[in-house]
């Protein structure tokens, strides 16, 4: 009996297209748009060439120094991005460049060196820095000589300043590459995860006579409640699962987001993903006793605010939320799908994947259990609310 | 005029899900207004990155002046100490650079013996090298001193390096119209405003058009007493209404959060274009509403060519995020041309009819797409209606 409503469960979910629009083209589109969204995100956050106007005064032509300092971080060594790139123009050249936006500032030599800039930023402070170095070398051998002059007298037992001299090590930050785009699409797999929940109200309200005409049906059936229900979440489970997994295989093949290698555990982060999404959507089926648009309409609202508080507008959101409010990253299942993932991909250690799974796997319990109670030994006898024409 | 006080009728009962729309916006305008404080336009600063700083070696004299003078380009933001603290803080970019300094760093240091700082940071990213570039002007120049002068001891030696790092160049701020970081904020509120008009748009005419165009309803208006032309033309005024309506109260909005940064000319364009936008919302509103007859395709619709449209045309991401290919295929949305047009308005620093001249342009743009829209929605209407009639 238990396949045969399984059986008909699975024909009747793949024949609803509206919750197979939401559930699996929404977020491929979605996704498609997040890509497209940020296609251009590393190269415009990377640095490339600062772009500065040089003013091609007397004073500049004059200064053989300044130029020789300026060429060194003007020239592209080895695989590195210069430090500036620049344009030798006059003054109001300058200022037309610098009003349009072309460059971030103008070097001008008064004979003072001087910077003008139309706002403060990161570009701006480098090209400051980068001139406030120049003079520094400047100020410090002239602090040197006055300390010990006979180094000036000698100057074979000086040791020049040399600015080559790399004291810093890159360290790996993480597993992979540290982009918080990659946030954005996890983001959005706990959402899709969490529209489970739609098969979930659907599977709740076709077993309760109360709730639809087919649920009325349904009952007068000599199946046990909880076995239909069952075969349901079964049902609704194998198709989130499957559709859940198409969309991962669209992210990673086509749109080329970037997921851990781990693939047994990214499949287990989305089987384990839809049976909560489904169960909560079976549990608020169960325990809201309204219409259907109610139940649908709090569900959304709970799954875009809960997928909100994982990061899917702002990824940054995410991080932000939960130091804030620590236990906010334990109760949100959103936040623990999108941490699963992100724990994945970013770090060497399972544990906190192995938490963010178990955690997952205990709100289903706890959402499986609410259903159960909400549901069991309802009787009925006499059901107003279905009308025709459900 | 019936037709009309329909039309307010269907409106009024959208009321709540419209709210909806406009509660989100709102709540977003307000973080808006949170983060960021506007930045002093007259005076330049340094910018600053946020750095998280260990020192292994327990603060010695050299370590302490390093900190000190790095507080002029970073802030210090305190992390946990431990690896997924730190790593967690650095992908969502709560720190973009940590700074660990090793444990017997001071000491060999100032035995002249190699040294290693280990950096951890988004490798290439301009707040990485400009970090970079000032902890090895303060070490370099440290060396300089400790290969000149034997013996020197650390306390001298830092108030040597501070004293001529403290040399700084001149910087001149040209001021602009609207501050940077206002503009940038002032852009984004106004850039989402156009996913907000466009979903308050196409879901209340669109709904108005669905129920206006039951084949049974239709019928009966039709064989009413009131002419063909007039209904038209009540549905277009209530069309118009409810566009202005719309409009303006979007237009309050801006202009109670924002209205005192914004210049009066500024203002008036940003204003227009919105109006101009609007227009084109209600022309796709008017399309959709003409080829679609079921609530539920109608929200698909919506939801999808809002976010496609938004998504694309830079309403959500900054422009400068999203890549070349992209922004060219998303001329053909009106929302391109109106964050474009809002984009390079409040960023220029006076308006005179020469530099808004080719802006026009975007404004034009706009509208053709509106009545190319308009034209086949036109085409929808009549075949529609062959349909019917065979």
């Known amino acids: ?390 | 005029m019936p037709v009309f006080q329909a039309y307010k009728r269907v409106i009024k009962k959208c009321i709540p899900q419209l709210l909806i729309y406009i509660f989100v916006f709102v709540a977003f305008a307000a973080i808006l207004m949170t983060s960021g404080a506007p930045a002093s336009t007259v005076q330049f600063d340094d910018a600053r990155a946020r750095m998280a700083y260990l020192d292994e070696a327990d603060s010695s004299i050299l370590t302490e002046g390093l900190k000190n003078y790095l507080l002029q380009y970073a802030d210090f933001v305190d992390v946990n100490h431990d690896q997924a603290s730190l790593q967690d803080a650095l992908f969502f970019e709560e720190v973009h650079y940590i700074l660990r300094i090793p444990a017997g760093f001071t000491e060999d240091f100032m035995a002249e013996r190699p040294v290693e700082i280990e950096k951890i940071s988004r490798p290439g990213t301009t707040t990485s090298v400009y970090l970079d570039m000032n902890i090895s002007k303060f070490l370099n120049t440290a060396r300089f001193y400790l290969a000149n002068i034997p013996g020197i001891s650390q306390r001298e030696l830092v108030a040597l390096v501070s004293r001529d790092l403290a040399v700084e160049t001149t910087v001149e701020v040209r001021p602009t119209a609207v501050n940077a970081d206002a503009g940038e904020s002032l852009s984004i509120f106004y850039n989402y405003m156009s996913y907000v008009i466009l979903n308050l748009l196409i879901l209340g005419v669109g709904t108005f058009m669905l129920v206006f165009n039951q084949l049974d309803l239709r019928r009966r208006t039709i064989c009413s007493p009131v002419p063909l032309r007039q209904q038209n033309m009540q549905i277009l005024f209530g069309n118009l209404i409810y566009a202005v309506v719309c409009w303006l109260i979007m237009m309050g909005m801006g202009f109670v959060l924002y209205g005192k940064a914004m210049p009066a000319k500024q203002a008036m364009l940003v204003a227009l274009n919105g109006l101009v936008f609007t227009f084109v919302s209600l022309s796709i509103s008017f399309m959709i509403g003409s080829a679609l007859n079921s609530r539920n395709a109608l929200s698909a619709v919506t939801n999808v060519l809002s976010l496609g449209m938004c998504f694309t045309g830079g309403a959500f991401v900054p422009q400068y995020l999203i890549g070349e290919q992209v922004l060219s295929f998303s001329r053909i949305f009106p929302t391109y041309w109106y964050v474009r047009f809002n984009n390079e308005i409040i960023s220029m620093a006076n308006i005179t009819f020469d530099s808004l001249k080719p802006r026009l342009g975007y404004l034009g743009m706009q509208l053709g797409i509106a009545v190319a829209v308009l034209a086949v929605a036109l085409v929808i209407i009549k075949q529609r209606r062959q349909a019917e009639n065979a």
Request: some cysteine; glycine content about 6%.
């Open chain 1, 1 to 390: 009996m238990f396949a045969h409503v399984f059986k008909y469960r699975m024909k009747c979910f793949l024949g609803d297209r509206v919750t197979l629009f939401w559930t699996m083209v929404f977020p491929i589109l979605l996704s498609t748009l997040f890509l497209m969204a940020f296609s251009n995100f590393s190269k415009a956050t990377s640095f490339t060439g600062i772009k500065v106007a040089v003013v091609n005064n007397d004073a500049y032509q004059e200064n053989r120094m300044f130029q020789e300092a300026l060429d060194s971080v003007t020239e592209k060594q080895g695989d590195e991005e210069p430090l500036l790139s620049m344009e030798l123009v006059s003054l109001e050249e300058a200022e037309t460049l610098l009003d349009q936006g072309e460059v971030h500032g103008i070097i001008l030599l008064d004979p003072d060196i001087k910077l003008v800039v139309n706002q403060s930023g990161f570009n701006q402070s480098i090209i400051k820095s980068f001139l406030d170095q120049y003079q520094q070398v400047s100020a410090s051998y002239a602090t040197l000589f006055q300390m010990s002059p006979e180094l000036l007298a000698n100057r074979d037992a000086l040791k020049d300043y040399s600015a080559n001299y790399d004291f810093l090590v890159e360290r790996n930050p993480g597993k992979n590459e540290t982009d918080i785009t990659v946030t954005y699409f996890y983001a959005l797999l706990a959402m899709t995860a969490l529209y489970g929940s739609f098969w979930g109200i659907r599977t709740v309200n076709e077993v309760q006579a109360d709730q639809s005409m087919k649920g009325a049906r349904v009952n007068l059936a000599p199946v046990h409640k909880m076995k239909t229900l069952l075969a349901g979440i079964l049902a609704a489970w194998i198709i989130q699962f499957a559709e859940l997994s198409i969309l991962i295989l669209y992210m990673s093949m086509v749109l080329k987001v970037s997921f851990s290698n781990q693939v047994w555990c990214i499949l287990l982060t989305g089987l384990v993903g839809s049976l909560t999404g489904i169960t909560l959507g079976t549990m608020v089926g169960g325990l809201i006793r309204k219409s259907d648009g109610i139940k649908t309409g709090v569900l959304l609202g709970i799954t875009m605010t809960l997928s909100g508080f994982a990061g899917l507008y702002f990824a940054s959101f995410k991080y932000v939320v939960t130091k804030a409010v620590p236990v906010m990253a334990y109760i949100n299942p959103a936040n623990l799908i999108t941490d699963a993932l992100y724990a994945l991909y970013y770090y060497d250690t399972y544990e906190r994947f192995a938490l963010n799974i178990v955690l997952l796997l205990a709100f289903a319990a706890v959402f499986c259990l609410l259903t159960y109670l909400s549901v069991r030994r309802n009787r009925y006898a006499s059901i107003p609310s279905i009308q025709e024409g459900d």
